[in-house]
């Protein structure tokens, strides 16, 4: 499976983003689907998740009721629809993907996708 992000770029404190992740080769054996971000001098830190089959998402608590993880099945694609964002907000985000693990297993641990994007850089301005 080949993942690809897009959809980073700057904008203002408060604004919005639409963050989209295309895969390719195979997506009828993933599991789910997730992102993470990672800020200069920080680990990468867990997002959010989707299991692919019926849509079922979880967030971390600072981004829970700002953000929003979905996917178009007919695109193999996944969204992360990004509001109100601030500064703490700003870090490359990567989407990763999965097909060994049930849905709740380490769905927060990087090391538990198999498969990872490029990053797309976000830059939230105060």
């Known amino acids: 499976v080949q993942l690809q992000a897009s959809g980073g770029g700057l904008v203002q404190a408060g604004g919005s983003l639409r963050l989209s992740c295309l895969a390719s080769?195979?997506?009828?054996?993933?599991?789910?689907m997730a992102w993470f971000r990672q800020a200069p001098g920080k680990e990468r830190e867990f997002v959010a998740v989707?299991?692919?089959?019926?849509?079922?998402?979880t967030y971390a608590d600072s981004v829970k009721g700002r953000f929003t993880i979905s996917r178009d099945s007919g695109k193999n694609t996944m969204y992360l629809q990004m509001s109100k964002l601030g500064p703490e907000d700003t870090a490359i985000y990567y989407c990763?993907?999965?097909?060994?693990?049930?849905?709740?297993?380490?769905?927060?641990?990087?090391?538990?996708?198999?498969?990872w994007g490029q990053g797309t850089q976000v830059t939230v301005s105060s």
């Open positions: 990763a993907a999965d097909r060994r693990f049930s849905y709740n297993y380490g769905h927060a641990q990087a090391q538990t996708y198999e498969w």
């Open positions: 080769g195979g997506t009828f054996n993933v599991y789910r």
């Open positions: 989707i299991r692919w089959i019926d849509t079922t998402t």
